[in-house]
């Protein structure tokens, strides 16, 4: 299979978040058929839920793959997982150390009981989309339109752009 460039989201809001995020954006350019191309500087944001919780650290990557989509989906779970993520079907918004989403996914559109690419909710997420705007500029998304429409149109969401300690 040719290689793909995917984006894909971090988010924590349990533990040490920002150290966390570092981490696991290490730990993606070190999974096997994986290269770590671009990414964003670290976000602080409110939480998007009714449930009360802290801040949440964000960032996006875009990596280089030659792994299927399901294959990469499991890669980052086992990230998750090494850092205490625990999925609940009935809290899908509650705190958590970790999580690894797949934004997009080169030009794939596909929808099953474990993957949906592109994110279902990315066009809504600014935490999502100003990071993406810092790495890849003004990009147009096929189905969705160019980022900074993407980012006009989202919701209002308090958020912080943090300095990067490799900057």
């Not at 809290?91 to 690419?117: C, K, Q, Y």
């Not at 790495?135 to 149109?153: C, H, M, P, T």
Request: glycine content about 4%; proline content about 5%; aromatic content about 8%.
């Amino acid at each position: 299979m040719p290689a793909e460039e995917v984006f894909i989201a971090l988010g924590s809001n349990l533990g040490d978040s920002i150290t966390i995020v570092e981490e696991a954006i290490q730990a993606l350019d070190h999974i096997n058929h994986c290269r770590l191309l671009a990414r964003s500087s670290l976000y602080r944001n409110e939480a998007i839920s009714d449930i009360p919780q802290d801040d949440y650290i964000n960032a996006v990557v875009k990596v280089e793959t030659n792994l299927e989509p399901m294959a990469l989906l499991l890669e980052l779970q086992a990230i998750e997982h090494a850092y205490y993520r625990h999925r609940e079907n009935d809290e899908r918004w509650a705190p958590r150390t970790l999580d690894l989403d797949i934004i997009l996914f080169g030009n794939r559109h596909m929808n099953d009981s474990h993957l949906t690419v592109p994110h279902p909710e990315f066009s809504r997420r600014r935490f999502v989309l100003e990071p993406m705007f810092e790495i890849e500029g003004d990009r147009f998304i096929a189905g969705y339109g160019s980022l900074s429409y993407l980012i006009n149109a989202a919701p209002v969401l308090r958020m912080e752009k943090l300095d990067r300690p490799d900057a």
